[in-house]
């Protein structure tokens, strides 16, 4: 079973790969398909991004599509992040970027009122079917300084209290287990189990 992978993100790429290593299913990406246009992430919800890009990608490849939006929902900024995680710092902004005004943000607040939580929404959409949305979420502290060399993103200063470590510094078999990008692909493969000809059908 081939599915595309709906991203440019190396970091994502990688992990959903894992993930879905041993499964039977080939994970393709849109390095594959380079005259894909590019799909702006204007919606106000992870939900609303995560279906466009599915959809387009769908449409315009005839393969079975994955498509995520996920990102930093932080309870003291007001759930900032949110949708603008990638961009938090501008359009342009690299992971550091991105960390270092999380952190800027974050001044003065104390370790009690530190709480967030990683969500992810995906969107698979199987050609000439209807979409099916699939999250996962997971809470945590946001730390003062980065922890931690592995992972992308916000996961050297998001530290998961069950652990005691940020998810730079966890295992990559822990990470994928618990993250929240994990939780909504272990529902995504259980879909497409139950449905085992829906790719035959294009």
């Keep these: 079973m081939d599915l595309l992978a709906a991203t440019r993100n190396a970091g994502k790429l990688h992990e959903i790969r894992l993930l879905l290593a041993g499964s039977g299913i080939l994970v393709r990406s849109l390095g594959d398909f380079p005259h894909l246009p590019e799909i702006e992430e204007d919606g106000d919800s992870f939900e609303a991004n995560a279906l466009k890009k599915a959809q387009t990608v769908a449409a315009l490849t005839g393969l079975p599509t994955l498509a995520d939006d996920s990102g930093l929902e932080v309870e003291a900024l007001g759930g900032l992040p949110g949708v603008r995680s990638s961009r938090y ?114």
């Design 89 to 202: 710092a501008g359009e342009t902004a690299s992971d550091a970027d991105n960390i270092r005004k999380l952190l800027t943000s974050m001044e003065g607040i104390p370790p009690s009122r530190r709480q967030a939580a990683f969500r992810c929404v995906m969107a698979l959409c199987l050609p000439k079917k209807e979409c099916r949305l699939f999250s996962g979420r997971l809470k945590g502290l946001i730390l003062e300084r980065e922890r931690g060399s592995g992972g992308f993103g916000y996961d050297a200063v998001f530290m998961v209290p069950e652990y005691g470590k940020t998810l730079a510094e966890l295992s990559t078999a822990i990470k994928n287990r618990i993250s929240h990008r994990g939780k909504a692909l272990q529902q995504v493969v259980d879909c497409l189990n139950r449905l085992p000809a829906a790719t035959n059908d294009v």
